[in-house]
């Protein structure tokens, strides 16, 4: 009630002012883009001093669209990527990767070295680094945050990749600036799992104290005043307003610097503003609102690529994107008893290879692409598509569309239409019929399936679609395997290496969709590709590493487990006011480089 | 009338119970749980997840998770944390609500700032084309989908610049005076508050037509007129008194709905209310800010409703409660 009493007078005055204000509309400021800003630190002993394509100047800020709030400014327990926006630009790391070159580079580490034993490896720290509040960020803290990720109470995602077999690394600081983590085994991941979004570095004399008191979940979250969220990134949190905007301002003790030695970064301020609505998020940049997209509609593309030059914008194509495409039918059988989830009969159809193809040559990309990516699509064989530099493979075994062999497949197997239906039967006479499930509220995918639909009907085969709710959907993937067949996609984590994908690859992992979990594998092509995944995430040599990955993948699609789907190009509009804009495919497309990113001098 | 209130307010503790555990069960029902959400990221383990489901109380049976929450809301007057974002139901929920409350008001003053007049015009000059005209408007804009009349009154804004596309501050709201920072407010309201304040309008101003047209046959307001006072003064100080009688009884029971009625226009209009937090506590199955959100938009409509019962009673003293 006390709400209620004190709310009244003001909005009763808001809206007695409401018709005045038309009047004054239209006049915007810009504040923060007046506001130079000088550095009063003096240049640390390590600095990091960046080649940048363009020198900045101070001041400004981007304004980024966001549809959900921020849960936590927490780093190592955010687990959604509203979060994880925010933490990645806050939070310090060991090593950063590179969204436009896609390799690692050094961060708070000014460089690392592995032992000939393989499993040693050590880290420099940079001297003169300090957190948002100029306390010195030492080994102390990469020991402290190794700590807390390990916490088995706590649990942090960044665990799961920094283990070997299931066993922790031993982590020692010989001192101050040097850390020597101890990987058990050979590990190729290491450096995945310590760039940014992997092991966020956070300040001990700040978190100590909570952890100890068993509150670190609850610690750093959206309702901490933020001049106590201290951080090591470029930015810290200036001020966050729940479901209206979380700003970020410049860390003022941030160790980067461009080539003239000034302090990064150059914009006074990074806003994420919380628009639900995609549309509404559309019209925001249009009338100038917003500075960039990092989401448009492909049927939206035309609209930007022809105003350009009227919106003073620039829609960038970044290709393909890491948003893979597929489908893949219930393989899950009962680990004791060995009976199918589905009808035996059913299982005996979705086991048969030679039926997976048939399916897959069934399947016309090159007509789905105009029709349902509206021309923006292309076609993929692999999780790792060609917006994947390192590891794409460009040659891979595919079955593309060919009606004829399709036909013929089936033909083959003896499955043919015997009483004229239109729909084939197999050689008991039973009707070769599936259903398709997805998640409702992805059009793209709902789309994709009806068009798969009319695809197999011309080889008789008979499907049904089963638009569901998220949540059924992953309950059926993982606990019931209520299911025939699913379309879904995956998104590639940064960086897009096979390891952090190998919950897909391996025959025990969560995500091997179409029977997870195995004790062990199910058939010796599974056995080569969990051995196959050692030798990745073992061998330092990358020519290795690449050959076993492009043998998994050829594994993969003459098992035809995945039938692959076309993947969405990707292009995005970022207003011409900034420098050194360089989006990229990978997560965080627009502001990964946020640190860089400056506002021109305007040009009469 | 003390004892009424008291009674009215004691019935409510049933209801909310009843309410709490309905809540509860649908939402067990419901497949999944909120860590579910995690599991299409290859990158997080289902040990994460389990560790997860321990620490959130997810693994215990439902009726034992209702249990805790039960005793901790009596006990301690603690409605549970939200998983997502580690904090306090309440304190999630405070934030959307007061954001929510101001666009409700400024709609239901749009609302009834217009029904009224405009109802009165209708009935004055009963079946002319300005009650016609009236009627064809208000329904046009009735049978308007809010999500449409949203999006046309924000592509308006984005070509025009009259208004701001959404939101409910300017990003230099911290940096205005305090008079400024009014205006800034009521300039983003203006849109979202005509969405949500015009879609009751046409039933709003039937009825205060309907209602004064009743009125104006009765023989009081004969004699009134045969008292030879002007035609004015019949209407607004005689027939309107006794026509408005219905109008505040619906006025009241339109409180309860206030702070659920606008969560579509508050999505599209990026405004922060509770409208995009419920949601997405419900899509998260983020169970105990639903339950939150649940039971306290329970609690308005219920305050509504008696607030409602008590208006009538002041505005009309026949009705008493004993």
Same mark, same amino acid.
Request: proline share 6%; aromatic share 10%.
């Given at each position: 009630m006390d709400i209620i009493r004190r709310l009244r007078p003001r909005s009763l005055v808001i809206l007695a002012l409401c018709a005045i204000t038309i009047a004054s509309a239209g006049c915007r400021r810009r504040a923060a883009d007046t506001v130079e800003y000088s550095d009063p630190h003096p240049l640390p002993a390590e600095p990091l001093i960046r080649q940048l394509p363009a020198v900045g100047r101070y001041g400004g800020r981007f304004v980024l669209g966001q549809t959900a709030n921020p849960k936590t400014f927490n780093g190592m327990m955010a687990t959604e990527t509203s979060s994880s926006d925010v933490t990645t630009l806050?939070?310090?790391?060991?090593?950063?990767?590179?969204?436009?070159?896609?390799?690692?580079?050094?961060?708070?580490?000014?460089?690392?070295?592995?032992?000939?034993?393989?499993?040693?490896?050590?880290?420099?720290?940079?001297?003169?680094?300090?957190?948002?509040?100029?306390?010195?960020?030492?080994?102390?803290?990469?020991?402290?945050?190794?700590?807390?990720?390990?916490?088995?109470?706590?649990?942090?995602?960044?665990?799961?990749?920094?283990?070997?077999?299931?066993?922790?690394?031993?982590?020692?600081?010989?001192?101050?600036?040097?850390?020597?983590?101890?990987?058990?085994?050979?590990?190729?991941?290491?450096?995945?799992?310590?760039?940014?979004?992997?092991?966020?570095?956070?300040?001990?004399?700040?978190?100590?104290?909570?952890?100890?008191?068993?509150?670190?979940?609850?610690?750093?979250?959206?309702?901490?005043?933020?001049?106590?969220?201290?951080?090591?990134g470029a930015w810290r949190v200036g001020q966050y307003v729940p479901g209206e905007k979380t700003v970020l301002a410049r860390n003022p003790h941030y160790y980067g610097f461009d080539q003239n030695n000034r302090r990064l970064p150059y914009l006074n301020e990074v806003v994420f503003l919380i628009v639900p609505d995609q549309d509404a998020a559309d019209l925001k940049f249009r009338s100038g609102e917003l500075d960039g997209l990092d989401n448009v509609k492909p049927e939206n593309y035309r609209w930007y690529e022809d105003n350009q030059r009227d919106g003073n914008f620039t829609l960038h194509d970044l290709g393909p994107g890491l948003n893979s495409n597929f489908i893949w039918f219930n393989l899950n059988r009962d680990q004791r008893t060995g009976a199918p989830s589905v009808d035996p009969l059913k299982y005996a159809w979705f086991n048969n290879r030679t039926f997976r193809h048939a399916v897959s040559m069934a399947i016309?990309?090159?007509?789905?692409?105009?029709?349902?990516?509206?021309?923006?699509?292309?076609?993929?064989?692999?999780?790792?598509?060609?917006?994947?530099?390192?590891?794409?493979?460009?040659?891979?075994?595919?079955?593309?569309?060919?009606?004829?062999?399709?036909?013929?497949?089936?033909?083959?197997?003896?499955?043919?239409?015997?009483?004229?239906?239109?729909?084939?039967?197999?050689?008991?006479?039973?009707?070769?019929?599936?259903?398709?499930?997805?998640?409702?509220?992805?059009?793209?995918?709902?789309?994709?399936?009806?068009?798969?639909?009319?695809?197999?009907?011309?080889?008789?085969i008979r499907v049904t679609l089963a638009p569901v709710d998220f949540n059924t959907l992953i309950t059926n993937i993982r606990s019931d395997f209520q299911y025939d067949s699913i379309l879904l996609g995956l998104q590639s984590g940064v960086p897009p290496t096979p390891g952090n994908g190998q919950n897909v690859w391996r025959s025990s992992g969560e995500t091997h969709f179409w029977f997870p979990r195995q004790r062990k594998p199910a058939t010796p092509e599974e056995g080569r590709i969990d051995q196959l995944m050692d030798v990745i995430l073992t061998s330092q040599d990358r020519a290795v590493q690449k050959e076993a990955f492009k043998e998994i993948q050829t594994i993969m699609n003459e098992q035809g487990w995945f039938i692959w789907l076309p993947i969405l190009k990707v292009k995005l509009p970022v207003s011409n006011r900034f420098g050194n804009v360089q989006p990229s495919i990978m997560a965080h497309r627009l502001l990964w480089n946020a640190e860089r990113i400056f506002v021109k001098p305007v040009e009469r | 009338m003390r004892t009424y209130v008291l009674r009215r307010v004691l019935q409510t503790i049933p209801l909310l119970l009843g309410i709490s555990l309905i809540t509860f069960l649908l939402l067990q029902l419901a497949p999944g749980d909120f860590l579910n959400q995690m599991a299409e990221n290859p990158g997080i383990s289902a040990e994460t997840i389990e560790a997860m489901r321990v620490r959130f109380g997810l693994d215990k049976p439902w009726y034992v998770q209702y249990?805790?929450?039960?005793?901790?809301?009596?006990?301690?007057?603690?409605?549970?944390?939200?998983?997502?974002?580690?904090?306090?139901?309440?304190?999630?929920?405070?934030?959307?609500?007061?954001?929510?409350?101001?666009? @409700?008001?400024?709609?239901?003053?749009?609302?009834?700032? *217009?029904?009224?007049? $405009?109802?009165?015009?209708? !009935?004055?000059?009963?079946?002319?084309?300005?009650?016609?005209?009236?009627?064809?408007? @208000?329904?046009?804009?009735?049978?308007?989908?809010?999500? *449409?009349?949203?999006? $046309?009154?924000?592509?308006? !804004?984005?070509?025009?610049?009259?208004?701001p596309v959404g939101g409910m501050r300017s990003l230099d709201y911290d940096e205005l005076d305090s008079i400024s920072q009014v205006f800034d407010i009521a300039h983003h309201l203006v849109l979202p508050a005509l969405v949500v304040g015009l879609i009751p309008l046409a039933s709003r101003m039937r009825q205060m037509r309907g209602s004064l047209l009743d009125v104006l046959r009765l023989d009081y307001v004969t004699t009134a007129r045969a008292k030879g006072l002007s035609e004015r003064t019949v209407i607004i100080k005689h027939a309107l008194r006794n026509a408005l009688n219905p109008m505040i009884t619906l006025f009241g029971y339109t409180l309860g709905a206030l702070v659920s009625g606008s969560f579509i226009a508050e999505i599209i209009f990026s405004w922060p209310g509770l409208g995009r937090l419920t949601l997405d506590a419900i899509l998260t199955q983020d169970q105990y800010l639903v339950m939150g959100a649940v039971l306290m938009a329970s609690l308005v409509l219920i305050v509504g409703n008696l607030i409602a019962d008590l208006l009538l009673a002041i505005a009309d003293p026949r009705i008493t409660y004993d």
């Amino acid at each position: 009630m006390d709400i209620i009493r004190r709310l009244r007078p003001r909005s009763l005055v808001i809206l007695a002012l409401c018709a005045i204000t038309i009047a004054s509309a239209g006049c915007r400021r810009r504040a923060a883009d007046t506001v130079e800003y000088s550095d009063p630190h003096p240049l640390p002993a390590e600095p990091l001093i960046r080649q940048l394509p363009a020198v900045g100047r101070y001041g400004g800020r981007f304004v980024l669209g966001q549809t959900a709030n921020p849960k936590t400014f927490n780093g190592m327990m955010a687990t959604e990527t509203s979060s994880s926006d925010v933490t990645t630009l806050t939070d310090a790391a060991l090593v950063r990767f590179e969204n436009a070159s896609q390799q690692f580079t050094p961060e708070l580490a000014t460089s690392w070295e592995v032992a000939a034993d393989g499993i040693t490896w050590t880290f420099h720290l940079r001297k003169g680094a300090a957190f948002s509040d100029g306390h010195p960020i030492t080994a102390e803290d990469v020991l402290f945050s190794f700590q807390v990720a390990y916490d088995d109470t706590l649990h942090p995602s960044a665990q799961d990749s920094l283990k070997a077999g299931g066993e922790k690394f031993r982590v020692s600081a010989p001192d101050a600036h040097t850390v020597v983590i101890n990987t058990l085994k050979p590990n190729s991941a290491l450096l995945d799992a310590l760039c940014q979004g992997g092991l966020p570095i956070i300040p001990k004399h700040i978190l100590e104290k909570p952890y100890k008191d068993g509150n670190f979940a609850s610690a750093y979250n959206v309702g901490t005043p933020p001049d106590q969220l201290v951080t090591g990134g470029a930015w810290r949190v200036g001020q966050y307003v729940p479901g209206e905007k979380t700003v970020l301002a410049r860390n003022p003790h941030y160790y980067g610097f461009d080539q003239n030695n000034r302090r990064l970064p150059y914009l006074n301020e990074v806003v994420f503003l919380i628009v639900p609505d995609q549309d509404a998020a559309d019209l925001k940049f249009r009338s100038g609102e917003l500075d960039g997209l990092d989401n448009v509609k492909p049927e939206n593309y035309r609209w930007y690529e022809d105003n350009q030059r009227d919106g003073n914008f620039t829609l960038h194509d970044l290709g393909p994107g890491l948003n893979s495409n597929f489908i893949w039918f219930n393989l899950n059988r009962d680990q004791r008893t060995g009976a199918p989830s589905v009808d035996p009969l059913k299982y005996a159809w979705f086991n048969n290879r030679t039926f997976r193809h048939a399916v897959s040559m069934a399947i016309d990309r090159d007509a789905m692409i105009p029709s349902i990516f509206f021309g923006n699509g292309e076609k993929s064989w692999s999780l790792a598509s060609r917006g994947n530099r390192e590891w794409y493979v460009p040659d891979l075994l595919n079955r593309d569309y060919n009606l004829g062999e399709a036909r013929k497949l089936l033909a083959g197997l003896g499955w043919k239409d015997s009483n004229g239906d239109g729909v084939i039967e197999d050689k008991r006479g039973n009707a070769i019929a599936f259903s398709i499930k997805t998640n409702a509220d992805n059009t793209l995918r709902v789309a994709m399936a009806n068009f798969i639909k009319d695809d197999l009907a011309k080889v008789g085969i008979r499907v049904t679609l089963a638009p569901v709710d998220f949540n059924t959907l992953i309950t059926n993937i993982r606990s019931d395997f209520q299911y025939d067949s699913i379309l879904l996609g995956l998104q590639s984590g940064v960086p897009p290496t096979p390891g952090n994908g190998q919950n897909v690859w391996r025959s025990s992992g969560e995500t091997h969709f179409w029977f997870p979990r195995q004790r062990k594998p199910a058939t010796p092509e599974e056995g080569r590709i969990d051995q196959l995944m050692d030798v990745i995430l073992t061998s330092q040599d990358r020519a290795v590493q690449k050959e076993a990955f492009k043998e998994i993948q050829t594994i993969m699609n003459e098992q035809g487990w995945f039938i692959w789907l076309p993947i969405l190009k990707v292009k995005l509009p970022v207003s011409n006011r900034f420098g050194n804009v360089q989006p990229s495919i990978m997560a965080h497309r627009l502001l990964w480089n946020a640190e860089r990113i400056f506002v021109k001098p305007v040009e009469r | 009338m003390r004892t009424y209130v008291l009674r009215r307010v004691l019935q409510t503790i049933p209801l909310l119970l009843g309410i709490s555990l309905i809540t509860f069960l649908l939402l067990q029902l419901a497949p999944g749980d909120f860590l579910n959400q995690m599991a299409e990221n290859p990158g997080i383990s289902a040990e994460t997840i389990e560790a997860m489901r321990v620490r959130f109380g997810l693994d215990k049976p439902w009726y034992v998770q209702y249990w805790i929450y039960l005793r901790n809301v009596i006990l301690h007057f603690d409605f549970g944390q939200s998983f997502s974002r580690h904090q306090p139901v309440f304190d999630v929920l405070y934030e959307g609500f007061t954001n929510t409350l101001i666009l @409700a008001v400024a709609a239901a003053v749009v609302t009834w700032g *217009l029904a009224v007049p $405009l109802g009165m015009v209708a !009935a004055v000059k009963q079946h002319s084309w300005i009650d016609r005209l009236l009627s064809l408007i @208000a329904f046009v804009w009735l049978s308007i989908p809010e999500i *449409l009349s949203g999006l $046309l009154l924000l592509m308006l !804004a984005a070509r025009t610049g009259w208004f701001p596309v959404g939101g409910m501050r300017s990003l230099d709201y911290d940096e205005l005076d305090s008079i400024s920072q009014v205006f800034d407010i009521a300039h983003h309201l203006v849109l979202p508050a005509l969405v949500v304040g015009l879609i009751p309008l046409a039933s709003r101003m039937r009825q205060m037509r309907g209602s004064l047209l009743d009125v104006l046959r009765l023989d009081y307001v004969t004699t009134a007129r045969a008292k030879g006072l002007s035609e004015r003064t019949v209407i607004i100080k005689h027939a309107l008194r006794n026509a408005l009688n219905p109008m505040i009884t619906l006025f009241g029971y339109t409180l309860g709905a206030l702070v659920s009625g606008s969560f579509i226009a508050e999505i599209i209009f990026s405004w922060p209310g509770l409208g995009r937090l419920t949601l997405d506590a419900i899509l998260t199955q983020d169970q105990y800010l639903v339950m939150g959100a649940v039971l306290m938009a329970s609690l308005v409509l219920i305050v509504g409703n008696l607030i409602a019962d008590l208006l009538l009673a002041i505005a009309d003293p026949r009705i008493t409660y004993d």
